[in-house]
């Protein structure tokens, strides 16, 4: 039988250096296929890794993912253990592999709150992985930008920094994501148009692009998609555009 043809990509330019992925549609990816939505989750999970490739492949430098945000805890508690064991079990699977691909491993969100297995497995991850630079992986788990900016206000305080010395950069440092850039394109799948609670301060200025499409089936194809429109945005942050002489 004939092979697939590996589909081709013309260079985008500019790449988004940070991307931010809403990972959202498992429940109704699975409900489509009458199957339990651990199993939307499951896919969910299944899919990472092919499109962590793909951010390598288009010149991504940096990838977080909404895994697991604070509001999730809502959810029936079948599912809430459902998520956290698959995080244990990606953890324990996939790890070495991450490392071996010089995947960089981070994570936004509270510790607190998660089982302290699964809190040492994080650990381990981060530690293992901290000096790798191809793509940076950030999990945001456990994860809401309020929480998030309360945590820093609340750091903030504690360390007594001169309310005068608090500049935008200073207060940026305090947030989870610490040194990372802000995201410059957001993505959400599953079709809806809200960033619930997803790196709020962050995303002041990124750019923003939603598809239909469901998590699990979130190809290379359709990433490549997202980039290339990114790619053709203009922006401005708030500035007028460039006047060309006519
Ligand atoms: C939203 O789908 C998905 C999430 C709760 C977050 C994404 C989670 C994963 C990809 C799996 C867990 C990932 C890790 C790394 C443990 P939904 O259930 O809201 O879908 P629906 O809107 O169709 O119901």
Not at 26 to 35: D, E, F, P, Q, V
Not at 42 to 49: H, P, S
Not at 120 to 126: M, N, T, V
Request: contains cysteine.
């Amino acid at each position: 039988m004939a092979k697939k043809q590996e589909a081709t990509y013309p260079p985008i330019s500019p790449v988004p250096y940070h991307v931010g992925i809403i990972m959202d549609g498992n429940g109704r990816w699975a409900k489509r296929r009458g199957l339990p939505r651990q199993m939307g989750h499951r896919a969910g999970v299944n899919n990472i890794q092919p499109v962590l490739e793909g951010c390598v492949e288009f010149g991504v430098k940096v990838l977080t993912i909404y895994a697991f945000s604070t509001e999730n805890w809502h959810r029936p508690p079948e599912e809430v253990s459902g998520l956290m064991q698959l995080l244990g079990y990606t953890i324990r699977r996939r790890l070495s592999e991450l490392h071996k691909n010089g995947v960089q491993i981070r994570h936004s969100g509270r510790l607190e709150g998660i089982n302290p297995e699964l809190q040492e497995q994080i650990r381990h991850a981060l530690e293992v992985t901290k000096n790798n630079d191809r793509i940076i992986l950030n999990v945001a788990f456990n994860y809401g930008g309020r929480s998030e900016i309360l945590d820093a206000v609340r750091q903030i305080i504690r360390d007594g920094i001169d309310p005068d010395e608090l500049t935008e950069e200073v207060f940026s440092r305090y947030l989870y994501t610490g040194d990372l850039p802000d995201p410059d394109l957001i993505i959400r799948t599953g079709g809806e148009y809200r960033l619930s609670n997803f790196l709020i301060w962050q995303a002041a200025y990124s750019e923003y692009y939603t598809t239909p499409t469901y998590w699990p089936d979130f190809d290379k194809d359709e990433l490549y998609k997202a980039l290339a429109e990114y790619a053709a945005r203009e922006r401005r942050f708030g500035r007028v555009p460039d006047a060309t002489p006519a």
